[in-house]
Each structure stands twice: as structure tokens, then as C-alpha cells.
């Protein structure tokens, strides 16, 4: 079978009569459109969760990347002291935005989920921190540990990276892991179609011995299953999408908060993408179909 | 009486096999074939059961390849075919086959337009013409019917209409008369004369002497028969 442009095109026109030649088949009808909307459901949560951990790992990328910490540790009588020179160095040090000491406060507020609320924060020899935001160009944060171990030797400067690399990575790995989970869900749809095509080819055996007998090319005996599996994984991929998409706007949203388990899930233009999924699904279908009717049909004479 | 190995006229043939031979699973099934239809001519094939008549009629339209020889369809060589060309020459040979084949979903009407509609001419699927053609085999009154509720002369009726109806050139049938009485026989044979009045080429597979017989008093007709793997004109015995 030579699947060309005139094919396409007569496939898209549509020949209601070639359509009719091949009996309608009940069971393979029903499970093709059962498994194809089954794999386009699971194939939307794959990709909202493709793009929830991009958009976490752009979060964690972008936030951490443009802050960093510096901790103070020196007996308390020289604590005050060293943060006011830090902040000092800080001050004239180019590609720092901003820096701040934190509060007492705000100091208690990070340590109350280990220690509790009512932890007395002046008998105990707890670091002061600094935070730092940068500014666009960045800081040079080699430069500045230098400066601060010459003029603030209780500085500890932290930029994130030690943490933030492998939380990106991992956040980015789960992204890739969703797109590779939608491309072999796609690829056991096309396996799926190619199987139950092979079956109704098998099972028209008499049909294409018929069609063959009064002149039939193989390019229209293919046209006829071709199209009718191809708008039966459409079909089915329509009410999978439909129906994940529900779904996926059912979760629990956790807000703002940034987590994976409560940020699955599609933000603005990302509510378009699955919606390509029923045309991936149905070229996937096309093409599974004319390879698995032009094998088949080599094979039947 | 058996007269010669070279069958068939001089001049051009419609259909054409030259030395063919076929072989299936080892075994040589035809040998040394030779048989030319020429256009308008009307033959009959005959042999025992087993012979290769039903091989032979399929080397006539390109369903079956020669292992050696050659087979021309209106004086091109199979070989030289794709898949595709060999089903649009197709179209210009009628086939009414043995076991009498449809497409049982569809009504008698879409199974005797079924070579319109796969050659794309639709309009002409539902026009007068196909009225006109069940009314000559005699089924108007069935062209709603599905071929399971047919008889057997009339799922022949149906196939010969479903040969004839894109106007081939040559018609080809293989035991056409097998299943139905001697009445429709006669019927189903009245059609295929008028056909070959008409300036088909007509080629029937059978081992109906009587059919034979009959078909000689109305046209003028050669007997062609299978006999150890090879063809032979055969008398006027027959």
C-alpha cells in the first residue's frame, strides 16, 4: 500500500462508501475506544505532571538562585557587632540588591517547627542571619566570602547551591519523567491499534478477498480501516481527555504552596497542551494502522 | 477426441498464457499451459475435480503468478504489475466465483455496485443502470435483500451482476451452475451468451457436460479441457 498525499487527503474528505465496506466489528470497536481514552487519561496526568515539576523546579531555580544567607556565629557580646559589619560589607558590595538582618522574631519563627513556639532565643547561642537578595547580574559570591572572612570572621556566607542543585535536578527529572510516561503511553496506544487492527484485518479476511475480486486497490482497503481506527482513537481520546482533565481540576490546589503533590496540575496556557493529545493520539493511530493494514495485506492473498 | 496442445485463435487475446506452469507445495499443479482468449470468443474449461480449473481461472485475473511461463492481461504480462495495477485490470474482468463471495452486511444492491463504488464512481452506484441490471438477472424484487436470504441461483444471479456491472471485457466464471438446478442453469447461461452477444470474452469453469452442451446450441463455443496438469482443445464430442 502506497500511503501518499492523494491517500491523506482522501482520508480527510472522508468516503463514506469506502466506510461502509468493512462490517462494523462491535467488540474491537468498543476496545479500541476503551483503551484509547483509558491511555489518554492517564496520558493528561502524566503531563500535569510533567508541567507541575517544571514549573516547581523554575521556582526553586529562580527564587533560591537569586537569594543566599549569611550566618553569624560569635560569642554574643560580638554578635551585634559582626552583623553590622557584614551588612556593611554587604552594602558595598556590587550586585546586592538588598540585605537584612533578620528579627529575633522572624529567627524564632524558622526555628519553631523543630523547637516549638516558646523557645527562649537569648539564652541560647543561636547564629544571627543575614539575608541577602541579589540583584539581576548577580554577585560575586567567591569575592565575597573573602571580604567577609578578612572583615567579619564569623560570616558564613551560603548561596543555596548545595541544596538547590540536586532539588532542581530532581524536580527537572520528574519532568522529564512525565513527558517520557505520555510519549509510552502514546506508543502503546499505536501498539494497541496496531494490534486490534491486525485483528480486523484477520478477521475481514473474506472482505478483502471480496474487494480484491472486484477490483479493489490496496490503498482503498486500507483507507477503510485506517479511518475507521483512527477516528475511533480520537473519539476515545476526546472523552479520556474530558474526563482527566475533570479530574485533574478536581485535586486539591495547596495555593501558593509549592509541592508536588499539591501543585499537579496545569496553570494557564498549560490547560492547552493535553487538548493536543486527541490529534497526537488519532495521527498515532493513523499511522499504527496504515503500517499494520499494509503488512497485513501484503501477507493476505 | 483431444486434438492440440496450443489453444485458442490467432490474433491478439484478451487473455493470454504462454508455457505457464504453477506449482503449489512442491507439486506442479499446471505444466506447460498455453491458451489464448481472443476478444468476443466464448470458451468453456472443463476437467475433473482437482484438475486446476479453478487454478487456471485465477492465472486469468491475476490472483494467482505463474512459476514460470508468462500470463497477459490484455497484452501486458502480470509480472510486470504492481499489486494495485493488477486490481484497477481487474475491473475489466468479471469474475462469478465458485464459492460465491459477498460482503454480507451490505444489501444486494451495494453488493452488485460494490466494483462502482471501489473504483470511485458512486453516482453510479445508485443510478438507472444498476435498476436496470437487476432487472436483467431477474432480482429486482431482492435488491434490498442481504445475501444470506438468497437461494443459490440467486446468489449466482447476484454475482454475475456484480461481474458484469462495470462492462468488463471479458467475464470469467468458475462453476457458475454448481449449486442451482437445471432450470436456473439454464437461466444463469442464457445471461452469459447474451453477454458474450454483447462482445465479452466468456470463459466458463465447469464440469457440466449438459451445461456444455446446451451452451453449443446457442453459441458458438471451445472446449478447453484439463488432463494431467495441461490443456487441451477438445473435440467435437463434447
Not at chain 1, 465496506?21 to 505532571?49: D, R, W
Not at chain 2, 485490470?89 to 460482503?103: A, K, T, Y
Not at chain 2, 496438469?229 to 477438445?234: C, I, S
Request: glycine share 10%; aromatic share 6%.
Amino acid at each position: 500500500m502506497k500511503f501518499n498525499f492523494g491517500t491523506l487527503r482522501a482520508f480527510v474528505a472522508g468516503d463514506r462508501h469506502a466506510a461502509r465496506v468493512v462490517p462494523p466489528s462491535g467488540f474491537t470497536a468498543q476496545l479500541t475506544l476503551f483503551a484509547s481514552g483509558a491511555m489518554a487519561f492517564l496520558a493528561v496526568f502524566a503531563l500535569a505532571l510533567s508541567l507541575a515539576s517544571g514549573r516547581l523546579a523554575q521556582r526553586w531555580g529562580d527564587e533560591l538562585a537569586g537569594t543566599a544567607t549569611i550566618r553569624i556565629v560569635a560569642p554574643q557580646d560580638q554578635l551585634a557587632q559582626q552583623t553590622a559589619a557584614a551588612l556593611q560589607v554587604l552594602e558595598t558590595t556590587t550586585g546586592v540588591a538588598r540585605a537584612r538582618a533578620l528579627s529575633d522574631a522572624e529567627q524564632q519563627a524558622l526555628l519553631a517547627p523543630w523547637f516549638g513556639q516558646d523557645l527562649p532565643l537569648d539564652t541560647l547561642p543561636v547564629p544571627r542571619l543575614i539575608e541577602v537578595v541579589a540583584a539581576s547580574q548577580g554577585y560575586d559570591a567567591t569575592g565575597l566570602r573573602l571580604r567577609l572572612a578578612a572583615e567579619v570572621p564569623g560570616a558564613v556566607l551560603d548561596d543555596h547551591g548545595r541544596w538547590r542543585a540536586p532539588l532542581v535536578s530532581a524536580a527537572q527529572r520528574l519532568r522529564l519523567l512525565g513527558w517520557v510516561a505520555a510519549a509510552l503511553i502514546l506508543a502503546a496506544v499505536a501498539a494497541m491499534v496496531t494490534l486490534a487492527a491486525n485483528a480486523a484485518l484477520a478477521a475481514n479476511a473474506q472482505v478483502v478477498a471480496v474487494l480484491r475480486l472486484v477490483g479493489a486497490t490496496d490503498g482503498y482497503i486500507a483507507q477503510a480501516f485506517v479511518r475507521r481506527f483512527t477516528l475511533r482513537a480520537l473519539a476515545g481520546s476526546c472523552v479520556g481527555v474530558v474526563l482527566g482533565l475533570a479530574a485533574v481540576w478536581l485535586l486539591p490546589s495547596g495555593g501558593d504552596v509549592p509541592g508536588i503533590l499539591t501543585g499537579i496540575g496545569f496553570q494557564g496556557i498549560g490547560w492547552l497542551v493535553p487538548l493536543t493529545l486527541p490529534i497526537i493520539s488519532a495521527a498515532v493511530a493513523l499511522l499504527a494502522t496504515a503500517f499494520a493494514a499494509s503488512r497485513a495485506l501484503r501477507t493476505l492473498s | 477426441m483431444l486434438r492440440h496442445n496450443r489453444c485458442g485463435e490467432a490474433g491478439a487475446g484478451v487473455i493470454e498464457l504462454e508455457n505457464v506452469a504453477y506449482s503449489y507445495g512442491g507439486g506442479e499443479l499446471l505444466s506447460d499451459i498455453s491458451v489464448k482468449l481472443a476478444p468476443g470468443s466464448f470458451h468453456f474449461l472443463t476437467g475433473p475435480s482437482g484438475a486446476g480449473k479453478t487454478t487456471l481461472l485465477k492465472l486469468c485475473y491475476g490472483a494467482l503468478m505463474p512459476t514460470a511461463g508468462y500470463v497477459r492481461l490484455f497484452q501486458t504480462d502480470v509480472r510486470s504489475l504492481e499489486r494495485d495495477d493488477v486490481a484497477l485490470i481487474r475491473r475489466r474482468i468479471g469474475v462469478v466465483h465458485q464459492d460465491v463471495q459477498f460482503l454480507d452486511h451490505l444489501s444486494v444492491r451495494d453488493n452488485v455496485a460494490l466494483p462502482l463504488t471501489v473504483s470511485g464512481r458512486h453516482a453510479e452506484a445508485a443510478g438507472p443502470d444498476l435498476t436496470e441490471l437487476l432487472g436483467w438477472v431477474g432480482l429486482t424484487n431482492r435488491a434490498d435483500a442481504h445475501p444470506p436470504e438468497l437461494s443459490g441461483g440467486e446468489r449466482q444471479r447476484v454475482a454475475l451482476a456484480r461481474a458484469v456491472i462495470m462492462s468488463p471485457d471479458v467475464v470469467l466464471a468458475d462453476e457458475p451452475t454448481g449449486n442451482i438446478d437445471w432450470d436456473m442453469s439454464q437461466r444463469l447461461l442464457t445471461l452469459l451468451v447474451e453477454l458474450n452477444r454483447m462482445g465479452k470474452t466468456v470463459l466458463i469453469a465447469t464440469h457440466d457436460l449438459g451445461l456444455i452442451r446446451a451452451a453449443k446450441a446457442q453459441v458458438q463455443a471451445r472446449v478447453l479441457r484439463i488432463s494431467n496438469r495441461r490443456v487441451q482443445l477438445a473435440g467435437a464430442d463434447l
